[in-house]
């Protein structure tokens, strides 16, 4: 039965989480508003055609820091919460503000701020945690906080304190959700198809009462007033700069609902598209589903066969977004290493070959969504800041399986585990801010030596971080416990020098790579750019600490000491250059970044610092 339970065991807990994966991609059951299909409506934002449903999640990420909004965040973690998806969330918002307007979904963190707004501060009995705010809170502090906007503004992002910060942040999130009210329907409108009818019937009128005015003729005054109302309405939508929501249209290429509207007195007709989103909102304000429903249907009818294939595209993003690939091997991930950590304080080979089993789970889940990811996109896997995180990990995990095999002590697992998570957190937190598959930008013209160029330079980072992480775990065993006999050091140490070599290959190539990439787009092979410096000094690290150790200056522990010295040099060149605002690779540049890398960079020092303490300080080398 033993014998039975360690061989059976593994696979049957794998086969348990790729149940629970496969679960998550049945589309959930809606018994009213079919918010499902509306999440699946082609828009164009960000400079691309995404479905609803991405414009949804990037906003409320942006906004509430989840892809999910919680109606009741004054109760504890462990209490249950109403909640709902995003793409319902922006449904009201676009269509029916009256709801969304009273739902908590501005996150405010800074205290001096909440205070200063006279924002509720925690107290349950009010509803309030003190941190997520309504619409209908904010708006009425908005001259006080326009106040303090201005003042900020006129400070560079990199001067401003955790207070200024809070307050262009919270600019931020006040400007996306104003263009998502004015999207569809004017702000102040209270039954939009009704309205519309009405100013499309009213049309001729005031085009005549406007032309009479100004040829100094008689007009009608009074409709020459309600006219003029009618276009600063509109103008205003137009002018916050709403998403794309009505597709191309003849000669016309896709446009917001306010630019529409002013080109109606122009003698454009209301199309099909307008008058499905009016009766959308209206259904949606008087809570009647059959309508919405069927204008929905309508709708999406009438994108075939124009628009059929950015309506497939929306489609497969939308299943993309609702299968959460890199969110689920990340559950996995932690599973999986805590796994194969506790195998090495029991010697449990049943749970380092769990681990294993579950190693490969998240692993096929990553490439599943790294795959899906380039294919959406029609791009290499690397496009931005986001995407090299996914790269990163996925290309960290494949060589901790490749370690596995060969070793077979769960120090692959842990370094498949550990690197998978860390990567797809940081991705996690840089897609708060905004849209991951944004328009690459033009200094990335996409080319063959750029593709390879980036897939490269970034298999370069994951072997470094691979290295440095793998020291990491001979430090922490070491130091820490009494795990690191003489034949685990030793294979450890063996595994950071062959990865050091891949690491060091990789990284000279893609940097020649991109030099020549550089010299067909840039005009130069070599400009002493911030990036292409943190490129060089990686392989310079990698080639220095192979020169060491062949010849003999280092051994064991100092390869371990160099090895994370690896960990700040490829963080530096992946973020920090970056952050320089200088040079022609300054376009990820992400202000929240900074404090984590200064903190990243300490706790390396202090491992640095640990792993050089005498022998007799590590509980693994007492007598």
């Known amino acids: 039965m033993k014998k039975i339970f360690q061989k059976w065991f593994p696979p049957f807990l794998m086969f348990v989480m790729a149940l629970w994966f496969f679960g998550k991609l049945q589309t959930p059951k809606e018994k009213d508003f079919a918010f499902t299909g509306f999440g699946e409506l082609p828009v164009t934002a960000n400079g691309r055609v995404q479905p609803m449903d991405s414009l949804a999640r990037n906003s409320l990420l942006q906004l509430r820091e989840r892809q999910r909004l919680y109606l009741e965040p004054w109760k504890e973690w462990y209490e249950k919460q109403k909640s709902i998806s995003a793409i319902?969330?922006?449904?009201?918002?676009?269509?029916?503000?009256?709801?969304?307007?009273?739902?908590?979904?501005?996150?405010?963190?800074?205290?001096?701020?909440?205070?200063?707004?006279?924002?509720?501060?925690?107290?349950?009995?009010?509803?309030?945690?003190?941190?997520?705010?309504?619409?209908?809170?904010?708006?009425?502090?908005?001259?006080?906080?326009?106040?303090?906007?201005?003042?900020?503004?006129?400070?560079?992002?990199?001067?401003?304190?955790?207070?200024?910060?809070?307050?262009?942040?919270?600019?931020?999130?006040?400007?996306?959700?104003?263009?998502?009210?004015?999207?569809?329907?004017?702000?102040?409108?209270?039954?939009?198809?009704?309205?519309?009818?009405?100013?499309?019937?009213?049309?001729?009128?005031?085009?005549?009462?406007?032309?009479?005015?100004?040829?100094?003729?008689?007009?009608?005054?009074?409709?020459?007033?309600?006219?003029?109302?009618?276009?600063?309405?509109?103008?205003?939508?137009?002018?916050?700069?709403?998403?794309?929501?009505?597709?191309?249209?003849?000669?016309?290429?896709?446009?917001?609902?306010?630019?529409?509207?002013?080109?109606?007195?122009?003698?454009?007709?209301v199309d099909t598209a307008m008058r499905d989103y009016a009766k959308m909102s209206g259904a949606l304000a008087a809570n009647d589903a059959d309508v919405f429903n069927a204008a929905l249907k309508d709708y999406k009818a009438s994108l075939v066969p124009a628009q059929a294939q950015a309506l497939a595209k929306s489609r497969a993003e939308v299943f993309f977004n609702q299968m959460e690939p890199f969110y689920n091997a990340t559950v996995i991930y932690i599973l999986a290493g805590l796994l194969a950590v506790f195998s090495w304080f029991n010697l449990s080979e049943v749970l380092r070959r769990s681990a294993v089993w579950l190693i490969g789970l998240a692993f096929v889940i990553h490439t599943i969504g790294l795959v899906y990811r380039m294919i959406l996109e029609g791009r290499p896997p690397v496009t931005n800041l986001y995407s090299s995180a996914i790269f990163i990990g996925w290309g960290a995990c494949l060589l901790g399986i490749i370690l596995e095999k060969f070793y077979k002590n769960g120090i692959g697992c842990v370094v498949s585990a550990g690197i998978g998570f860390i990567t797809l957190i940081i991705a996690h937190h840089l897609a708060l801010e905004g849209d991951t598959m944004e328009m690459m930008r033009a200094v990335l013209d996409t080319n063959f030596w750029l593709a390879t160029h980036v897939v490269a330079v970034t298999t370069g980072y994951?072997?470094?971080?691979?290295?440095?992480?793998?020291?990491?775990?001979?430090?922490?065993?070491?130091?820490?416990?009494?795990?690191?006999?003489?034949?685990?050091?030793?294979?450890?140490?063996?595994?950071?020098?062959?990865?050091?070599?891949?690491?060091?290959?990789?990284?000279?190539?893609?940097?020649?790579?991109?030099?020549?990439?550089?010299?067909?787009?840039?005009?130069?092979?070599?400009?002493?750019?911030?990036?292409?410096?943190?490129?060089?000094?990686?392989?310079?690290?990698?080639?220095?600490?192979?020169?060491?150790?062949?010849?003999g200056i280092i051994r064991e522990r100092g390869l371990v000491v160099c090895a994370i010295g690896g960990n700040i040099v490829t963080s530096w060149s992946w973020f920090g250059v970056n952050m320089l605002g200088i040079g022609l690779h300054s376009y990820g540049f992400t202000d929240a970044a900074f404090f984590w890398l200064m903190l990243f960079v300490l706790s390396q020092l202090a491992f640095v610092a640990l792993g050089l303490l005498p022998e007799k300080k590590w509980r693994s080398f007492r007598a």
């Open 88 to 269: 319902e969330w922006l449904a009201n918002v676009m269509m029916n503000p009256v709801v969304a307007d009273a739902w908590p979904v501005f996150r405010v963190d800074h205290p001096d701020l909440v205070s200063l707004l006279k924002l509720p501060e925690k107290d349950r009995a009010k509803q309030s945690d003190g941190k997520h705010f309504s619409w209908n809170q904010i708006q009425p502090v908005l001259e006080a906080f326009n106040e303090q906007n201005v003042q900020v503004q006129g400070i560079k992002g990199p001067d401003r304190n955790a207070y200024q910060r809070a307050v262009s942040q919270l600019h931020n999130q006040i400007t996306l959700y104003a263009r998502l009210k004015l999207a569809v329907q004017p702000g102040a409108a209270q039954d939009w198809p009704a309205e519309l009818a009405a100013y499309e019937k009213f049309v001729p009128a005031a085009v005549a009462a406007a032309r009479a005015q100004q040829a100094g003729e008689k007009f009608d005054e009074e409709a020459f007033k309600e006219f003029s109302g009618y276009i600063q309405a509109f103008q205003m939508m137009s002018q916050w700069e709403p998403p794309l929501i009505l597709p191309p249209n003849g000669t016309r290429e896709w446009r917001r609902m306010g630019d529409a509207l002013l080109d109606v007195p122009r003698g454009v007709a």
């Open 462 to 551: 994951a072997s470094t971080f691979v290295a440095g992480f793998l020291a990491l775990i001979y430090i922490v065993r070491g130091v820490f416990t009494k795990t690191l006999d003489e034949a685990t050091g030793k294979s450890l140490a063996r595994m950071i020098y062959g990865i050091v070599c891949f690491a060091t290959l990789f990284s000279f190539v893609g940097t020649v790579l991109g030099g020549i990439w550089a010299d067909q787009s840039w005009g130069r092979f070599w400009g002493w750019d911030p990036k292409e410096n943190g490129a060089l000094i990686i392989v310079l690290w990698n080639a220095l600490i192979l020169h060491l150790r062949w010849g």
